[in-house]
């Protein structure tokens, strides 16, 4: 019986590729022994890319709850990974800052992510790498334009 389901839609491959690299770095993370969770190692590099930024933001970007981000902070925090400091423009909102210490842990969960992207770039010549990258940017602002 032939169905008129198409499982290679862009939705289900980006979602299957997110998939297949977030199990890949939590495997990858684990046994590097870099010190963190896997959510945590996430959560550092989202805190870097995002530079200093509120708690509600960076949980909204990463999507997810608040209060699982909070937990997430939490340990990175007693670590001494970030700090959080308090909003100038909103006291009641809490910036989050990674420490020389957090930089050095992102470099050193780096060193994975780019090992996977070797793994996920496989035989791709430098010029369709450059082009998927290209296009996957495009899909992006595609979304985020006048959003």
Known sequence: MNSPFDPDTIGFLIGDIARLIKA????????AGIGVTPGEARTLLHA????EVRQNVLADRMGLEAMTLSAYLDRVE????????P????????????TDAGVAAVQAIMQVTK??????????NDE?????NHL???????FTEGA
């Open 136 to 142: 996957l940017k495009q899909v992006r602002t595609n």
């Open 24 to 31: 890949d770095l939590d495997r990858r993370i684990v046994s």
């Open 115 to 124: 090992d996977i992207r070797l793994r996920a770039r496989g035989r791709m």
């Open 87 to 98: 909003d100038p423009s909103d006291r009641r909102a809490k910036l989050v800052r990674l």
């Open 48 to 51: 870097a890319r995002a530079g």
């Open 128 to 132: 369709d790498w450059a082009q998927l």
């Open 78 to 85: 007693e670590r001494g990974l970030i700090r959080r400091v």
